[in-house]
């Protein structure tokens, strides 16, 4: 019988990729965005937990007055990005493995709640 702390430690020792996904004019506005937020955590977390983790997003004004994101995943491989899209109803497609990270300072959102 499997524990709650068994499938706790298997999903912590899943080995993945990290990725960063372009999601190019996805949104009309925020509202939307914030929609598709919520259906993409819940799916991750509760559908492919053991396939994608979904880190962080930088969201952008397109050229075309719409929405755009760039977000930063974890995931099993690229099979895995283009499902959890398909699930959401989002685009998926344009994704690439990071290489590796250079921080050079912290986000300044994040550096702003650290010193609240």
Same mark, same amino acid.
């Given at each position: 019988? !499997?524990?709650?702390?068994?499938?706790?430690?298997?999903?912590?020792?899943?080995?993945?990729?990290?990725?960063?996904?372009?999601?190019?004019?996805?949104?009309?506005?925020?509202?939307?965005?914030?929609?598709?937020?919520?259906?993409?955590?819940?799916?991750?977390?509760?559908?492919?937990?053991?396939?994608?983790?979904?880190?962080?997003?930088?969201?952008?004004?397109?050229?075309?007055?719409?929405?755009?994101?760039?977000?930063?995943?974890?995931?099993?491989?690229?099979?895995?990005?283009r499902e959890h899209a398909r699930r959401v109803g989002m685009p998926g497609n344009e994704f690439y493995p990071v290489?590796? !990270?250079?921080?050079?300072r912290t986000d300044p959102v994040e550096a702003q709640l650290e010193n609240a």
């Amino acid at each position: 019988m !499997t524990t709650p702390r068994d499938e706790a430690r298997r999903l912590r020792d899943t080995k993945m990729q990290l990725y960063v996904i372009r999601r190019p004019s996805a949104w009309a506005n925020l509202k939307e965005l914030e929609a598709a937020g919520a259906k993409s955590a819940r799916i991750g977390d509760e559908e492919m937990p053991d396939k994608v983790r979904w880190i962080r997003s930088y969201v952008v004004h397109e050229p075309d007055g719409r929405i755009g994101a760039f977000c930063i995943y974890e995931a099993a491989d690229g099979e895995a990005i283009r499902e959890h899209a398909r699930r959401v109803g989002m685009p998926g497609n344009e994704f690439y493995p990071v290489a590796t !990270t250079v921080v050079v300072r912290t986000d300044p959102v994040e550096a702003q709640l650290e010193n609240a």
